[in-house]
């Protein structure tokens, strides 16, 4: 079994900046692309940025420029670092890995951690 588990999330000012991090334990033999996502209240849950396992990267339109995926391969770890922040960035973030152990490739997702823009 593996568990994604993110961190980072917190309430700030527009134009500020926020680092979120995710890290995936378990039997993982290895982690081809890792993304995050978001999911704003009555809204559907939208790609943000993905990451491949040779870093190769693409954005969501809306934070191209802004937003940074990075990734450890190291550690399994992913990073969204996040500025400067909009009100309109507000959502519960997701991380997801698609992950290959010994006998399945599968994509698990993380529990979200929540990224309030507010004044």
């Known amino acids: 079994q593996v568990r994604l588990v993110e961190s980072g999330g917190d309430l700030v000012q527009p134009g500020g900046s926020l680092r979120l991090s995710c890290a995936a334990s378990?039997?993982?033999?290895?982690?081809?692309?890792m993304g995050w996502y978001r999911q704003a209240p009555g809204k559907q849950r939208e790609l943000v940025a993905v990451i491949t396992s040779r870093g190769s990267t693409n954005y969501a339109d809306s934070v191209k420029g802004r937003f940074t995926i990075s990734r450890d391969n190291a550690k399994n770890t992913v990073y969204l670092q996040m500025n400067p922040l909009k009100p309109e960035d507000t959502a519960v973030y997701y991380c997801?890995?698609?992950?290959?152990?010994?006998?399945?490739?599968?994509?698990?997702w993380g529990q979200g951690t929540q990224v309030t823009v507010s004044s």
């Open positions: 378990g039997s993982i033999f290895s982690i081809n692309d």
């Open positions: 997801n890995a698609d992950v290959q152990d010994r006998y399945y490739r599968r994509i698990y």
